[in-house]
């Protein structure tokens, strides 16, 4: 990265936006809300009809990284994060995907082939990145720092980490972008997005990192640079070209912004029909006057207001002569759950995440179902877990064993010291007993082994076994009785 030449350059754009920035500036004087409508409505505007889900198939054109630019990146990551904050819908998948996906953290096991090394390396790791905070901050733990870590990824697209000395430090995605004002293309090697990477290669070289500054660039006094091998970049391409990735939900915006629309509606209309409207017709045609000496023998105030009032509800006058019927309607309509149901269907695709995870309404639903609903979810979990967390985490072991090794806190010669396990959570049964009768079966058939029922719950074999010897020697040292040998006594068999 040494040798990065900074050089001007005019940024597409520039002036289109610098005028619209004008007009609002001048808008802005005479009415301030005004102007703040028009910046609100032209973002959501722009960050949604200009990307690629919304452009028509004839306006489709460049590769890679061209529907991500900094701005449109910029964009879509703010909508998602002020949805997360004030939509309960998106806040809620997120947590659900991050508490399914983490849970409470992930276990890691040294696998150096020496169990006196392995007990001294895990001990190492728990004192330094459990026991204690392990980020520049000095507030979380690691496991603390993961589920995050994880949860901005998610929300904004992608996430960082730098590996400091003796410490992680975060990177939220808007603080990674090309310097405010440099040129992005060089000889060898191109910046896009604040990833600078070989031409010829693709090879990524390193990122620019500093404050966030507009159109979702960051400030050129602010930034550095930092190589690839010193950070971690969390994000999950969909093309092999890819050098930052987009928010999860960027395929739902529209549908949630449709159905929250229509939320409101059938609100407002049943909070409308909940109210009483009385309707008052006059049959003559000559009025006298209003009486404005008595207080209210006209019906009117000295301001001429009428004094007649319901809450909630209306009292609507009728000119000589009219008549009004009232029509009754039912709101919500029938249609309205159903309609509903489907629309959160579509909203949770992207996180592949079945309609009683994504309402937590598990009224009506069969064992069977339930566990068809869980296998899906669960293979996209496990996905993101081997594409995602376990590499994250197996960085980041490596980064610190070596630490602790270079501290000599770790004292060993043994080349297979980086060796370890990265163990990720695993779900409970759907119905622990028909569960185990199932693995039961299979192991009598032969078609399962033990190693891979411990698996599927996020545990080893191996460490099992272990444990078991251990704990049969302490009931022979202790004269503790043995484990009852055969099956379980299951109430109701």
Known sequence: MAGFREIPFRMKNKWPARTSELIDDLVGILSPKKAFQRKLFRFGYDAIDRHRLRKKRKDL?????????????????????????????????????????????????????????????ESAW?????????????????SQYLRKHFLSYRRDGDAATIFLDDRLQAVESEQIGTPFGMNRDFQNYQVTNGVAYNKLTGQVVGYYIGLPDKYGYIKRESYKQYLAGNVHLMFDPERFSYSRGEPVLTPSINFIDTLCDYIDAEFVAAKVNACFSMFISQEYSDMPEPYVKGISASGYDEDDNRLEKMEPGSIIYGRPGENATGIGQSRPNAQFDPFVLRMLTLIGRPLCMPLMLITMDFAGST?????????????????QQDDIVKPFVSRVWRWKIRRLVESKRIRTNNERVLWHEVLCRRWPYVDPYKEAVAHEQQLYNGTITRTE?????????????????????????????????????????
């Open 367 to 383: 064992f069977m179902n339930a566990r068809l609903a869980y296998q899906k979810v669960q293979e996209e979990w496990q996905s």
């Open 61 to 121: 054109g460049g590769t890679g990284d061209s529907h991500l630019t900094e701005d449109a990146h910029y964009k879509l990551r703010e909508i998602t994060r002020e949805m997360c904050r004030n939509n309960p819908l998106v806040n809620g998948l997120l947590k659900i995907e991050r508490n399914g996906i983490i849970g409470s953290g992930v276990s890691v096991q040294a696998r150096t082939g020496d169990d006196g090394l392995n007990v001294e390396i």
């Open 126 to 142: 728990r004192d330094e990145m459990m026991d204690q905070p392990c980020d520049v901050t000095d507030r979380f733990n690691f």
């Open 453 to 493: 029922i411990c698996a599927s719950q996020g545990r080893d074999f191996t460490d099992i076994t272990d444990e078991l010897d251990r704990e049969e020697n302490y009931r022979a040292e202790k004269n503790v009785p043995r484990k009852p040998q055969g099956k379980p006594i299951i109430e109701g068999d």
